[in-house]
């Protein structure tokens, strides 16, 4: 089946710096990437879909220049959380939409998880 | 997108079957359904899709009934290693692809 990729797997970083996520589509392309956060305990929420080529669309409540998305190619999107803080600690997912075939499956990655002290 | 609703929980034992049942009762025409498992630290993983009836893979059958309101998971003989967290999500998958995942069902198993 298809494989998506995240990196890294884990990142421990200083409260105000920056931190980029990596996810990648390892054996098709993705015109549609996705990006979620996860909580302890609690279920994936959707943070924004990425469209390659043009601007993200961010789901209420999620800060656009906090959480910077690239998807510069069919192939990979990046999450950016700027001026890291202690709340934004988190289990990140992104997930890539498989459209050949007719299918629209969506594989996950295997998430990154972000620390911020 | 359609809401749905789940057990919080539910516990087995190995070599049991498991049956989690999902209430949707606003799906739409185009919608599918669609299950997801998910263990700790880990993406979900896509386990089962369907439309109505029945469906089967390797590892689970979905269950449809003709009014398409609910549909049930069947996890056959599950075994220590089916100890997840399971997600039924129903959306049109041509054009409805944000994927809405509810609290899901927190399946233990016990030997």
């Known amino acids: 089946g298809a494989v998506v990729s995240q990196h890294p797997s884990w990142v421990i970083c200083k409260s105000g710096t920056s931190v980029k996520i990596e996810c990648r589509s390892l054996d098709f392309q993705a015109t549609t990437m996705f990006w979620y956060r996860q909580f302890p305990k609690q279920s994936l929420m959707l943070m924004a879909t990425s469209n390659e080529g043009s601007k993200a669309t961010y789901e209420q409540g999620v800060e656009k220049d906090k959480f910077l998305i690239n998807h510069a190619s069919l192939t990979l999107s990046t999450l950016t959380v700027t001026s890291a803080h202690p709340e934004d600690s988190s289990f990140y997912i992104c997930s890539a939409r498989d459209e050949a075939g007719g299918l629209f499956e969506q594989y996950f990655g295997p998430g990154t998880r972000l620390t911020v002290t | ?111």
């Open chain 2, 1 to 111: 997108l359609a809401k749905t609703t789940q057990p919080i929980s539910m516990d087995s034992y190995e070599g049991q079957e498991v049956n989690i049942t999902c209430s949707h009762n606003n799906i739409a025409t185009n919608d599918y359904i669609t299950w997801y498992q998910q263990f700790p630290s880990q993406g979900p993983r896509f386990i089962i899709q369907g439309y109505k009836t029945k469906v089967t893979n390797e590892v689970a059958s979905l269950f449809i009934p003709a009014d398409r309101k609910s549909s049930t998971l069947s996890l056959p003989r599950v075994s220590l290693s089916d100890t997840a967290v399971y997600y039924c999500l129903v959306g049109d998958l041509a054009s409805d692809y944000k994927l809405s995942f509810g609290a899901g069902t927190t399946v233990t198993v016990r030997a």
